[in-house]
């Protein structure tokens, strides 16, 4: 990551979120255009300067940076989602389903 120390990191998202906030969009996107210098993998940074383009009316551009952050959000959650079904397929074989899940068959048979 970039060489800001953590609090100066944390100081300047908070910088620029109050810049959105006050509308200050140019010096937002300036912010987060450091921030996402020092760290390109962070999805909010991408979704926070979208927000700011649309701010200034440049939808090309925020829609661009928003296709970003689905990227980015996408490389991600992926994974932990993946492992997360992984785990709970590992735990109903050893314990079974959980108590008072419904079985396919027993939905079939109350629809019908």
């Given amino acids: 990551m970039g060489t800001l120390t953590y609090r100066k990191r944390r100081r300047l998202e908070q910088a620029a979120k109050a810049l959105l906030n006050e509308e200050r969009w140019q010096e937002a996107i300036a912010a987060y255009r450091q921030l996402s210098a020092l760290d390109p993998r962070q999805p909010n940074y ?4 979208g927000c700011a383009y649309r701010g200034l ?17 996408s490389e991600i959650l992926r ?17 079974g389903p959980p108590r008072g899940t419904v079985s396919k068959e027993e939905t079939r048979e109350t629809h019908k």
């Fill in 57 to 73: 009316g440049d939808l090309k551009t925020a829609e661009a940076c928003e296709a970003k952050e689905r990227e980015l959000s």
């Fill in 79 to 95: 994974p932990m989602v993946e492992e997360t079904l992984r785990r709970q397929q590992l735990i109903d074989r050893i314990y």
């Fill in 46 to 49: 991408w979704w926070w300067m």
